[in-house]
């Protein structure tokens, strides 16, 4: 691989397989980075893995359910065992469905708190030691629902909400570890997870400008490049100016 922005990084990226996290993934390594691809979907991490391999990189695909604590931690020492080393994180993987509040099943609302919020709590928390020792840095995903209600996302714009204050938490207080903590906020992004709900044409909200997961993951090699050493808990919109105009 050619000299990149991110050469000699060891990377762990979560939700690896499909959307924004495979986007990441791929451009991770052409920026030089070695990758750990994590997902629940082992087939497709390992495409990834495999398309990573053939430009020349390096890249390890890891089995994981971000719904289960011991799965999320034991994945973090797969990882680290992988690439020998840990410099950033970036926790991608996340889940949206989509109904009415009042028929909400609670399994759905724990299902989408654990994936999209606490798998970053026991991630972060296994990566930390890693992540001190090569002053390195953290990329959460959030939403622009992270910022706005969202009818008939209630899980997930809670979800999201949470992300940016533990994004915010951690970053002052590993401040003084030198570990840095960001997010992301994307508008819509066309991938799998978005593409399930979009609005039909005719839809007030069918004309919107869709991102694609190549506009995120440049947005998370500067996050998690050297040239961000002074950008520390920022939310990042990636939204193509939706959130600033209020929509
Ligand atoms: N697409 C958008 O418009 C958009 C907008 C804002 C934020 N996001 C966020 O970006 C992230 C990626 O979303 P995407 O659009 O690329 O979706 P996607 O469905 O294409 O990718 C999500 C990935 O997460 C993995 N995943 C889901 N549950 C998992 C679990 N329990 N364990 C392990 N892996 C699991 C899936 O297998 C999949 O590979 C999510 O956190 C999402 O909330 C997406």
Not at 5 to 28: E, M, Q
Not at 159 to 170: E, N, R
Request: glycine share 8%.
């Amino acid at each position: 691989m050619p000299e990149g922005r991110l050469t000699g990084k060891a990377i762990l990226v979560t939700g690896a397989a499909s959307g924004i996290g495979r986007a990441t993934a791929l451009r991770l390594a052409q920026e030089g980075a070695s990758v750990a691809l994590a997902d629940r979907n082992l087939l497709s991490a390992n495409e990834v893995a495999a398309e990573i391999g053939a430009m020349g990189g390096t890249a390890a695909a890891l089995e994981f359910d971000a719904a289960d604590a011991a799965s999320c931690r034991r994945m973090v020492d797969q990882a680290v065992a992988a690439l020998g080393r840990l410099d950033v994180v970036a926790n991608i993987a996340g889940v949206l469905q989509r109904g009415p509040f009042a028929e909400i099943p609670a399994e759905t609302w724990d299902a989408t708190i654990a994936v999209n919020l606490t798998a970053m709590f026991h991630i972060i928390q296994q990566a930390l030691p890693h992540l001190t020792a090569t002053r390195g840095n953290i990329v959460n995903m959030a939403s622009s629902a992270a910022s706005r209600g969202v009818p008939l996302s209630a899980a997930y714009s809670a979800s999201k909400h949470a992300v940016v204050g533990l994004t915010k938490s951690l970053a002052a207080e590993f401040k003084d570890r030198h570990v840095r903590v960001n997010a992301i906020s994307p508008g819509p992004i066309a991938t799998p997870l978005i593409m399930a709900i979009k609005p039909p044409p005719g839809h007030p909200q069918a004309d919107i400008d869709w991102g694609q997961p190549e506009d995120i993951a440049a947005a998370i090699v500067y996050l998690a490049s050297d040239e961000a050493r002074f950008v520390n808990g920022t939310i990042l919109s990636v939204d193509g100016g939706q959130t600033a105009a209020g929509r």
